[in-house]
């Protein structure tokens, strides 16, 4: 077995599954569907947005769990193509987390060597969200440690799309035959490239759904389902799956 990155010195309750985990069999890409933010704050009397933001002190958390077991990419659903459907001023408040989210916690990131990337469309971000997700990226480009890759403005069937007209213009300028498109080129053309696919998908809040996050991706992905809300989802929940994920045999359509 190899040692965990970094001893948690005398372990509390809390912290004693990660004793039992097996260190040879930890999922190389962990991504996470953060639903219940709204529902979590709701059961509270409070404001759907406080679940947002305590589901974004929440992604901290999880992001310094998984680098501590040796995860080597973390995506996070923050934002799909969908959400702009929700009111004007819920938007808004996701929006403005990065703006308290990076300036609060980069210097621990950085200290962590993880690097921060963006899968989805952030031209479409307001300036100021796409400004400071930027920032974090460039700040953190040379880090060589966990990858904590935020979905954000992101959908599945949108980036196939947009993969498949790359695809096609290639082939129409003569750059690409037709047979030459098989499941590997297909992937470089996703907007993950050239991240792994996931190993483990992880839903919070008890909602049985994909909602159009990673689906090329996730084809042979373990998935994990919880009814405990993102906020409430902490590191020995997180451990927990990644001890669901390793009684799992994986088979890849073979015996
Ligand atoms: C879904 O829960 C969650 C979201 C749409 C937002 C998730 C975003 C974060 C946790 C913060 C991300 C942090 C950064 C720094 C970008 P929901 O509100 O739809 O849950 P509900 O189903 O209970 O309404």
Redesign the pocket.
């Known amino acids: 077995m190899k040692p965990f990155k970094k001893w948690f010195g005398t372990p509390t309750k809390d912290e004693e599954s990660i004793f039992s985990l097996d260190t040879d069999n930890i999922p190389n890409h962990v991504a996470v569907i953060?639903?219940?933010?709204?529902?979590?704050a709701q059961k509270r009397g409070l404001p759907?947005v406080a679940?947002?933001h305590s589901?974004?002190k929440n992604?901290k958390k999880i992001t310094l769990a998984a680098d501590q077991i040796g995860v080597q990419a973390l995506t996070?659903y923050?934002?799909s193509t969908e959400?702009w459907k929700r009111p004007k001023d819920e938007v808004e408040y996701?929006m403005k987390?990065?703006l308290e989210?990076f300036p609060k916690e980069i210097d621990e990131l950085i200290a962590n060597n993880i690097r921060i990337r963006i899968t989805g469309w952030p031209e479409a971000l307001p300036d100021y969200t796409r400004k400071s997700v930027e920032d974090a990226i460039r700040q953190t480009e040379h880090n060589t440690g966990l990858i904590l890759n935020?979905a954000?403005n992101y959908g599945s069937r949108k980036e196939m799309i947009s993969g498949v007209q790359r695809i096609a213009q290639e082939a129409a300028a003569g750059r690409l035959r037709p047979e030459d498109i098989n499941e590997e080129l297909f992937s470089q053309y996703m907007l993950t490239a050239p991240l792994p696919d996931p190993d483990l998908l992880i839903r919070t809040?008890g909602e049985l759904r994909i909602s159009n996050f990673m689906l090329w991706q996730l084809a042979y992905s373990e998935l994990y389902f919880t009814e405990l809300?993102?906020p409430e989802f902490n590191e020995q929940h997180f451990y927990m799956a990644i001890q669901e994920y390793q009684r799992r045999a994986r088979r890849y359509g073979g015996l």
């Not at 953060?34 to 979590?40: E, K, P, S, V």
């Open positions: 953060m639903d219940g933010n709204g529902r979590w759907r679940g947002h589901g974004m992604v996070l923050a934002f959400n996701l987390l990065p989210f935020f954000l809040s809300c993102w």
